[in-house]
């Protein structure tokens, strides 16, 4: 009797994994299917905002209008800016044909980095439709929309497809202000050169104190070496405890410190250009405010 009810457990317990199991590996699956749609919608923004800041980067309307392209889609629409009794923005006409060149290249540009085999193994659905980018049609902006269907590759409890959308945004380059030269009518300020730390601000960005001439010396020629002073050179307290690399040091003309490492924060400088008037408390350098 017990030996019948001990086959009876076993039995039930078989059909159970039967039923259980199957549905479990689905769920499982579909979870995975989920998660590389993500991992795709991912790669949709990385490539798209790699290639917003390819066209932020050539956004010039004089370069972009010498395609013939573009100079039609200019024609057609100054002709209806006319057929509307010239009432329409003319001044968009610039970003209308850059726009146009604009879906051209992302639609190449896209099917370079995420071929059309990829998509579909991906479970991408149709084409992804880019007509709601626009390039400098407002604020300077390149402003690239893609719209796709995807489906999970493993779709059994039946999930419809779901509409996607990756935008990227990056302001066109537009040139900029060198040296802080001042606008028509606006009266120029000198500008001047900071690091992140000091106490002092400079009047050129080539003073020795921010441009380092760094010469690498060997351990058996450091202490016959000078400095621009005349003076020896002594051990830097944030890298002289490290071991030097293959036994050599590196030393700068006007300073007084060797340095066991190129990485060394004493060999580096982060410049800032400010206007005078913002320099602070900060003193005028010694040696280039002469």
């Known amino acids: 009797m017990f030996k019948g009810f ?30 590389e749609m993500m991992q795709f919608s991912m790669t949709m923004d990385h490539h798209l905002s790699r290639i917003s800041k390819q066209i932020a980067l050539y956004a010039s309307a004089d370069c972009l209008l010498e395609n013939p392209r573009a100079a039609s889609a200019q024609e057609e629409q100054t002709a209806q800016d006319a057929a509307n009794g010239g009432s329409a923005a003319a001044e968009k006409v610039e970003g209308v044909a850059a726009t146009v060149l604009a879906d051209l290249y992302v639609d190449r540009a896209l099917q370079e980095r995420i071929p059309q085999g990829y998509r579909s193994q991906m479970g991408v659905q149709g084409e992804v439709e880019l007509w709601r980018s626009n390039v400098l049609l407002k604020d300077d902006l390149v402003d690239l929309v893609a719209v796709y269907e995807i489906q999970p590759r493993c779709n059994v409890f039946g999930i419809p497809g779901q509409l996607l959308v990756n935008r990227a945004r990056t302001h066109a380059w537009t040139g900029y202000r060198i040296g802080g030269a001042a606008e028509e009518g606006e009266e120029k300020e000198q500008m001047v050169y900071v690091t992140e730390t000091g106490t002092v601000y400079h009047l050129s960005r080539s003073c020795t104190h ?65 206007p005078i008037s913002q320099v602070g408390d900060r003193r005028p350098c010694s040696r280039c405010s002469r």
């Open 6 to 35: 001990g086959n009876s457990i076993s039995a039930s317990l078989t059909l159970e994994a039967a039923v259980v199991l199957p549905l479990y590996l689905f769920f499982f699956l579909a979870l995975l299917s989920i998660m």
């Open 210 to 274: 921010l441009d380092l001439a760094i010469s690498p010396v060997a351990a058996g020629q450091l202490s016959a070496s000078r400095n621009a002073s005349g003076g020896t050179y002594r051990v830097c307290e944030m890298c002289g405890m490290l071991t030097a690399s293959q036994g050599t040091y590196y030393i700068t003309k006007e300073g007084d410190r060797y340095h066991t490492s190129l990485s060394c924060s004493g060999l580096k400088r982060t410049v800032y250009e400010i």
